[in-house]
């Protein structure tokens, strides 16, 4: 027990943290019907890291940070002008289509530096049992001022997200909302990728959202069951990393298809 608290406490920390923020984002990922923003945004955060490699920087670093940083900032400009009325071709598409390209990108740049075959595992799955403590605070403290700007605009990005036309007849630019709500998950994004990486970063936003709004229609209902259920997974994914050998990230991934598929079962015998 000692050891698995020595080795798993800042892990499980981060992943705390990250459930907390990722989890409040992700509600208005779903509720936008934009599921894979997310991974495309965290997919440009690791083409910018890639950029950063290649030029000698080393993942984590503030060089790579920046980097991924100013590849995000110019995903969530394309990202926002891709809401349309033309609703022949969905936003979910044009998001797809900006996920395929740059990890294609990401590919071919790395291929260009040594062990780059390696750099691409990590930017995927993470390295998130070896995090340390000065990054825990750091992204500890990120989260916490930007949970401050989201709870002081949170009324009006709820507008937006969930009835954009009565947002437009209050005067408000769908535009530029969607471009902050973009900017604001890839701050996030940017800064979990190269700590738990894209597939882990896609989970935490996503499945826990999934899970909540299935139960609960209100909001703070559905944010206390995204915590609960993200520690619950995350502790569970840790120990199950720890005693099996496991990489963490992914057992955590796998933890979470797994709680949430137990709760479309109860649900589904519930009802029967």
């Not at 403590?133 to 937006?160: E, N, P």
């Not at 990486?197 to 896609?202: D, I, K, P, R, T």
């Not at 990393?241 to 796998?254: E, F, R």
Request: a negative charge; charged letters at 10%; glycine letters at 10%.
């Amino acid at each position: 027990m000692s050891g698995f608290l020595e080795m798993m406490t800042a892990p499980v920390l981060i992943s705390l943290v990250l459930v907390a923020m990722h989890g409040y984002l992700g509600t208005h990922v779903v509720k936008r019907g934009v599921i894979f923003v997310d991974i495309a945004l965290a997919q440009i955060a690791a083409f910018g890291v890639a950029i950063a490699l290649i030029l000698g920087a080393e993942v984590g670093d503030d060089q790579a940070y920046l980097y991924g940083l100013g590849a995000t900032f110019l995903g969530a400009i394309l990202l926002s002008k891709t809401r349309s009325s033309d609703h022949r071709i969905p936003q979910e598409a044009y998001i797809g289509i900006t996920y395929v390209v740059f990890s294609a990108a990401m590919i071919l740049v790395l291929t260009g530096i040594p062990h780059g075959g390696d750099e691409i595992n990590h930017l995927l799955v993470g390295s998130i049992l070896w995090v340390q403590w000065h990054v825990v605070i750091k992204t500890a403290i990120l989260y916490g001022l930007l949970g401050g700007v989201l709870f002081a605009t949170h009324r009006k990005l709820s507008l937006v997200t969930d009835d954009p036309e009565a947002a437009q007849r209050a005067g408000m630019s769908l535009a530029l909302w969607d471009f902050f709500f973009y900017l604001v998950v890839g701050l996030v994004v940017t800064s979990s990728v190269q700590v738990a990486g894209v597939l882990l970063v896609f989970t935490l936003l996503v499945v826990p959202s999934v899970m909540a709004i299935r139960l609960f229609q209100d909001g703070k209902q559905q944010f206390f069951w995204i915590l609960g259920a993200g520690a619950l997974s995350v502790v569970a994914g840790s120990a199950l990393s720890y005693v099996l050998d496991l990489p963490t990230g992914a057992a955590i991934v796998c933890t979470f298809g797994l709680l949430l598929g137990l709760q479309i079962l109860i649900e589904n015998l519930v009802r029967k």
